[in-house]
């Protein structure tokens, strides 16, 4: 295998830092400028399921989903990594473009699990890979390496409202279609 996946692992006084300048950006940039593709929008079922997570979430955080305001600062905890003491950024040269992105979707699965495994909870964000210049320039990533996206771990805050959201499963018959 040929293991595109150049990680970056970022704590301590450089977390700080980054979750200051990714803010800065958010701020000033306003529209993302991913590295990848983000731009399709999601459709019919998926769009009901992106629905369906977000009020998980809103209800568990208590937040009425017209409340605009309320929604933008909550998206703004995803550029505070959501309180955790480290983030991974997943990255990959960008040439490689979705053929690379499947072998970090893989990685990246399998790098929760193990954590899990050890105790250590970790959130998925694609919001991470919207706003990649602050990361670059902050850890010397060469033009030719794009940010996918990235993943805040940590020791899970049990009782954090945020947490209290549970998602909704499709059943194994929505899911997989079995031939003989
Ligand atoms: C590829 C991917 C990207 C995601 N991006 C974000 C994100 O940017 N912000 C966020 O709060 N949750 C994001 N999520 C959702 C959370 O990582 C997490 O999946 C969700 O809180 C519910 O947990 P579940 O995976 O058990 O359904 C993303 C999930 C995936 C798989």
Same mark, same amino acid.
């Given at each position: ?22 803010? %800065? ?6 529209? =993302?400028?991913?590295? !990848?593709?983000?731009? #399709?929008? @999601?459709? /019919? $079922? ?30 703004? %905890? ?6 955790? =003491?480290?983030?991974? !950024?997943?990255?990959? #040269?960008? @040439?490689? /473009? $979705? ?50 996206? /990235? ?30």
């Amino acid at each position: 295998m040929f293991q595109p996946w150049q990680s970056v692992v970022i704590s301590g006084k450089a977390l700080k830092s980054l979750n200051q300048s990714l803010i %800065n950006e958010v701020h000033q940039r306003q529209i =993302p400028n991913p590295d !990848f593709d983000w731009t #399709p929008k @999601y459709q /019919g $079922i998926h769009r009901e399921r992106q629905f369906g997570a977000a009020d998980a979430l809103y209800s568990a955080l208590s937040m009425n989903r017209n409340d605009k305001q309320a929604r933008q600062r909550a998206m703004l %905890n995803n550029w505070s990594f959501f309180g955790a =003491p480290h983030v991974v !950024f997943f990255t990959l #040269p960008i @040439y490689l /473009g $979705i053929m690379g992105a499947v072998d970090i979707g893989i990685y990246a699965q399998t790098l929760s699990l193990l954590l899990k495994e050890s105790g250590v909870d970790s959130c998925m964000q694609g919001a991470l890979g919207q706003f990649p210049d602050p990361i670059k320039k902050q850890f010397d990533l060469t033009p030719d390496i794009g940010v996918l996206f /990235g993943m805040s771990f940590g020791y899970a805050d049990l009782h954090a409202a945020a947490n209290q959201a549970r998602t909704k499963r499709e059943t194994l018959d929505i899911s997989v279609k079995f031939f003989e």
